[in-house]
């Protein structure tokens, strides 16, 4: 089986033109002796927002590679793919996130969740799992519920995960992770439990598994919600799938992923110590947060480039609803807090740097310019070469902000101290 390393993390490249850069933070991860595996990763839906090929990823990856004589692994994810668009992906990806979230909750067939609940006597009583405090209970009726609640949703990620084997030549040709992310409830632990038994019948050798946590996961911004209560969900999770794995023979490295894992500043601390406590492994995704980084290079080169992201952003804000409404369950903007078009067109190159760089405590920093920037870059897209020979003609000042980005407020906190 291709396996999948301990420490992974997604990086998106909306333009193919900063894996170079990107790679320079895990090289500086590894300069202090912790090996964090890169994945670029980029959606079906970001690809035809953009007009973009899935090879295009593969390529810009391995150009970088070659370029920075990388040697440790690495790998490009078939991002939230689902059976009617996984085709386009299968030649350049090694990672596919299969996407199920669409089939939560859709009815199951009865029998199939009642065969379910007889072959796992284990799942009903009192159920004691090492880490976590407190056993778990559940009855027939709640085990039944729960699992017709996730039942076709499994059976989804398995016709899925088998159609990719079949077309890879093998189960070992692939890095499967399932993820449950985009949906409207969290899965509770004893949920997870449920959802891991499922795949385990249903064949799928899932390397990493996405659930949706309690509080919000807002894209490019830090995380809402109880972080009391984030802790406890994220130890019983590592817990359950330890279990899991030594009670189901699912993959011995299944490690969880934390989807929209960009920016959750208030979350790298509970997250490491939960890491170094338990040895689990960890995937975080972050998506779009680079192709942000290429906005605030360009505004800090001024000239040109700031006045294409003052064009960019006067542009977006016209846009507000139609932007947001693909990433509505991701994002919260308040439009009476976006500034105006002219207020930003007398904006210094520092000062848009500012408000878009993620530096909470910043007072010029602002989280809703922030969030309709992040899912605006299909303006970019519309500039085409415009905006290509920016990046190009400003690469250093643009690099230095995405290493930075990635390093000091992601990987460095995360797994470096």
């Known amino acids: ?124 009583g009192e159920i004691q799992i090492e880490g976590i405090e407190n056993p778990f209970s559940m009855t027939a009726d709640s085990l039944r519920q729960t699992a017709g ?44 439990l449920v959802i891991l038994a499922l795949l385990a019948d249903e064949g799928v050798r899932v390397q990493t598994i996405a659930p949706k946590f309690t509080g919000r996961f807002n894209k490019g911004v830090d995380y809402v919600g109880d972080l009391q209560q984030f802790e406890r969900e994220f130890n019983d999770d590592l817990a359950v799938i330890a279990h899991a794995v030594s009670t189901y023979g699912l993959p011995g490295n299944l490690k969880v992923s934390v989807h929209s894992g960009s920016d959750k500043f208030s979350l790298y601390p509970i997250i490491r110590k939960a890491l170094e406590r338990t040895g689990a492994g960890l995937h975080l995704k972050t998506a779009g947060t680079t192709w942000l980084e290429e906005l605030i290079g360009l505004s800090e080169a001024e000239g040109e480039g700031l006045a294409l992201a003052k064009e960019i952003y006067a542009y977006a804000l016209q846009h507000v609803e139609e932007f947001c409404a693909p990433y509505a369950s991701v994002i919260d903007i308040d439009a009476a807090k976006l500034p105006s078009a002219d207020e930003v067109q007398g904006w210094q190159g520092s000062q848009f740097a500012n408000a878009v760089r993620h530096i909470p405590d910043h007072p010029e920093f602002n989280p809703h310019v922030r969030q309709l920037l992040h899912v605006s870059f299909k303006v970019a897209a519309k500039h085409g070469d415009r905006y290509l020979n920016m990046l190009r003609e400003n690469s250093e000042i643009v690099g230095k902000n995405v290493t930075e980005n990635i390093y000091q407020r992601h990987m460095k906190p995360l797994f470096v101290g």
């Open 149 to 192: 609640q996730y039942l076709l949703a499994v059976q989804e990620a398995g016709t899925i995960y088998r159609y990719i084997a079949d077309k890879k030549g093998g189960e070992d040709q692939l890095i499967a992770e399932v993820s449950m992310d985009e949906t409207d409830a969290p899965q509770t632990p004893p949920e997870m």
């Open 1 to 124: 089986m291709d396996s999948l390393e301990r420490f992974t993390f997604g990086v998106g490249d909306r333009f193919a033109h900063q894996a170079a850069a990107q790679l320079r933070a895990f090289e500086l991860a590894a300069e202090q002796g912790v090996a964090v595996i890169p994945v670029w990763n980029k959606s079906n839906r970001e690809h035809s927002f953009i007009g973009s090929e899935p090879q295009s990823v593969y390529d810009a990856a391995a150009a970088a590679i070659k370029e920075r004589q990388w040697s440790k692994g690495w790998h490009v994810d078939a991002d939230h793919i689902g059976m009617t668009t996984v085709d386009r992906f299968l030649n350049c990806s090694d990672f596919f996130t299969i996407d199920v979230a669409d089939s939560i909750g859709k009815p199951a067939d009865a029998a199939a969740i009642d065969a379910f609940v007889q072959r796992h006597p284990e799942l009903q």
